[in-house]
């Protein structure tokens, strides 16, 4: 059984930085894709990055040139480095895992990420 086990979430003012990792149970090798989905209170989740197992990322809109997801196969683990953060970034963050990038097979159990003053 695959387990993606998140930390790094926390509460930070806005304009800061947060970098957020997942460590999984198994070699992340054997999964095509992984990326970082988030869900705000009252609001659809967004898949806000992917990474494929060459490389290849994908952000969304809303949070492009702000956050890098990146891969590391030897530690099993992936980040993702969130800078100049907004309110509107508040959610809780879920790692993800699949054979297909935007239709994940397996999450996380969730981060909370507060952007508050």
């Known amino acids: 059984q695959v387990q993606l086990v998140e930390s790094g979430g926390g509460l930070v003012q806005p304009g800061g930085s947060l970098r957020l990792s997942c460590a999984a149970s198994?070699?992340?090798?054997?999964?095509?894709?992984m990326g970082w989905s988030r869900q705000a209170p009252g609001k659809q989740r967004e898949l806000v990055a992917t990474i494929t197992s060459g490389g290849s990322t994908t952000y969304a809109n809303s949070v492009k040139g702000r956050f890098t997801i990146s891969r590391d196969n030897a530690k099993n683990t992936v980040y993702l480095q969130m800078n100049s953060l907004k309110p509107e970034d508040t959610a809780v963050y879920y790692c993800t895992a699949g054979q297909k990038r935007f239709i994940p097979d397996y999450w996380g159990q969730g981060t909370q990420v507060t952007v508050s003053s």
């Open positions: 198994g070699s992340i090798g054997s999964f095509y894709a």
